[in-house]
């Protein structure tokens, strides 16, 4: 079976744009994770999706970004106004049932150059 | 709040080594503790998973340990080869189901 799959893998922007960043899933994977990886910051956590609970948005690092998850699937991670600080690549990962015996299945990531 | 760190973070080494990668964490309240592969451009790839109830994990050429209450865990690579050339990163599931990432440790192997 296919894994987690996200789109674009490569996204140049001006800074002010908004921009979104698409993950697919795993088929039937409940779970459903997003992270950021910087240059010197490291591989931060985002947000959480899980089943149809509300979101842990607990990582998001300003207003400026959001993140959908609809019909238990597709995902969007958006960021408004981008500004240079927001470069990174922005990784997806999903887990069959999002408990601590999972295992997350990470995607090639979407690098984002803000300019 | 939980902080990892990872030593050494680049390591260069000739094949067939046994070599030894560090992860330490200052909670000790965690889920599990898992040892990632990133190739340069590419997401990360899951090599052992060890629950927090656990010692140890192994599979194939690499061993993993965890000593939740020192706070450490060890990713052990015996007989070392070029494909192993990647980054490991090691990170802990805490409460609320999100990873907290190290820094990683960068390996080149030597032909």
């Known amino acids: 079976g296919a894994g987690v799959s996200q789109s674009p893998s490569n996204k140049v922007t001006e800074k002010g744009k908004d921009v979104e960043l698409r993950c697919d899933p795993i088929?039937?994977?409940?779970?459903l994770y997003w992270y950021r990886q910087s240059l010197g910051q490291g591989l931060e956590f985002l947000i959480y999706f899980q089943g149809n609970s509300a979101p842990d948005k607990s990582g998001l690092p300003s207003d400026r970004f959001s993140a959908e998850r609809t019909g238990g699937s597709v995902s969007t991670l958006t960021i408004q106004r981008t500004q240079q600080e927001d470069s990174a690549v922005y990784l997806c990962?999903?887990?069959?049932?999002?408990?601590?015996?999972?295992?997350?299945?990470f995607g090639p990531g979407t690098r984002l150059t803000v300019l | 709040k939980q902080e990892v760190t990872q030593i050494p973070a680049a390591l260069s080494v000739p094949e067939g080594e046994n070599l030894v990668l560090n992860c330490s964490f200052t909670d000790s309240a965690i889920y599990n503790l898992q040892w990632f592969r990133q190739d340069p451009g590419k997401g990360l790839t899951s090599l052992l998973l060890i629950q927090s109830s656990q010692r140890e994990q192994t599979s194939g050429r690499l061993n993993a340990s965890l000593d939740k209450s020192s706070g450490r865990s060890t990713l052990y690579i015996a007989a070392s080869q070029p494909g192993d050339s990647a980054t490991y990163l090691c990170a802990v599931l805490v409460y609320g189901q999100n990873f907290v990432f190290g820094p990683g440790t960068r390996l080149s192997v030597l032909p």
């Open positions: 088929s039937g994977h409940t779970a």
């Open positions: 990962a999903s887990s069959a049932e999002g408990t601590h015996t999972d295992t997350q299945y």
